[in-house]
Every structure is written in C-alpha cells, then in structure tokens.
C-alpha cells in the first residue's frame, strides 16, 4: 500500500487567501507529482519534480508555485486563490522515471 | 494532437464479458506504460504495468504492448459491476521524462 498523504482533504477559502496544500510521501521516492483534475475530467500535470531543489513546470499552466526541500515533502502553494483554481489537486509520487505512480487521496480546493 | 489518445466511452458492456480499452501515445521512446483505475470521487489506482511488447497478464486483467504501433490495450475478463470507473492509461514518456496520462475512458458493466 502506498504511504502518500495530503492535506487537507478538503479546502474552501475564500477569494485572495494564500493558500498551501501539503503533499507527504514516506517512501523515500525521488520523483513526485502535482495534478489538477476536474470533476469528469481529465488529469493534468502542473508540476514536478526529480528530488530535492529540483522543480519544473507541467504541461499545464498554473498559477500555483511548489517547493521540494526535502525529499518526503512536495507543498504547493497559491498566493492568491481565485475561483477559478476551484479543482481536484491530487499528488503523486515514483520511485524512478520508469516506475508507476503512488497517488495520495487529493485535496478538493473551492474557492469562493 | 495528444501524447496519450484514449476513447472518452462510454464503453458499456454486459457482466462476464470481456471489456476492451485502448491507448495510443506519440512519443515512440516511451519504455514505461501502466493502467490505472479511477473511481468516481477517488484517487487513480494502479491496475498494471508493462514494459515490453506482448501481452502481460494478471488475474482477470491482461495487459498487451505493441511499441512499432504505439499501442497499448487493457483486456478486462469476466467483467463486473464492480469494474465500472474510468481507466486511464499513462505514459512513461522519454523526453522530458514525465508520466503523462490520457483523458481515459469510462467503462459501465451492467448486470
């Protein structure tokens, strides 16, 4: 079973809050991942990364910066939520390029 | 054109049959393909990988690669309602190394 958590589970803030939803994966993985996912849509990567200090955009553009100082621990951040960042934002993390993906549970953001 | 082509479905087929789901990709130095299951509401679980061309099988699900047509299918066997969600199929793609995924395609098992 894959050990990935985000929190929290469940986020509405309202319009120009900064917000950080956190992403924790306790299996020493050095790619992790960040997707944005609408409800009956399809997943888009936003970010990614291929271990500590290493960060680069997905193919979707995003409003949203992330960090990667320590291995276990992918936050991402909006410094100023819109409605339109209302999403699913769900993380992701693989032992190597060619290893699957372990997905945590996703944080549904609203943002009102 | 999309890296990783999927029909959107619906794909609906009668319980104890077999499901077939297609995926096509672009880049042709992709090594690394998997299947992933999705339910509605949930976080995508992985079903499969595979890594060489051929079929590869587990359990009620089998899993083929034909990298000269960019291809990869997922059969699903005896199919039940309980296979009902939406199955993505994820490259491992080799330039800029990232694992990108299709929009999948949602299966429906009726009883």
Not at chain 1, 39 to 60: A, C
Not at chain 2, 56 to 81: C, H
Request: proline residues 4%.
């Amino acid at each position: 079973e894959a050990d990935i958590y985000q929190t929290p589970r469940y986020l509405v803030i309202g319009t120009g809050k900064k917000i950080t939803l956190e992403c924790s994966q306790t299996m020493g993985h050095d790619k992790m991942y960040w997707y944005q996912q609408d409800p009956g849509m399809e997943l888009h990567l936003i970010h990614y990364s291929y271990g500590v200090n290493s960060t680069e955009k997905g193919d979707l553009s995003s409003e949203s910066t992330v960090s990667r100082i320590r291995t276990e621990h992918f936050p991402l951040t909006l410094e100023s939520a819109r409605p339109s960042h209302t999403s699913q934002y769900l993380c992701a993390s693989s032992e190597n390029r060619a290893s699957e993906a372990f997905f945590g549970q996703g944080t549904r953001l609203t943002v009102v | 054109q999309k890296e990783v082509e999927q029909n959107s479905g619906p794909l609906s087929v009668p319980e104890g049959a077999i499901a077939s789901l297609n995926c096509t990709y672009s880049d042709r130095g992709s090594q690394s393909f998997f299947w992933y299951r999705q339910y509605s509401g949930k976080s995508p679980e992985l079903i499969m990988f595979i890594y060489s061309n051929g079929d590869k099988e587990d359990g009620r699900f089998t899993a083929q690669l034909n990298k000269a047509s960019q291809y990869v299918s997922l059969l699903i066997r005896d199919s039940q309602p309980s296979d009902s969600a939406t199955y993505l199929c994820a490259v491992n793609r080799e330039y800029g190394n990232k694992l990108v995924f299709g929009a999948g395609t949602i299966l429906r098992v009726k009883s």
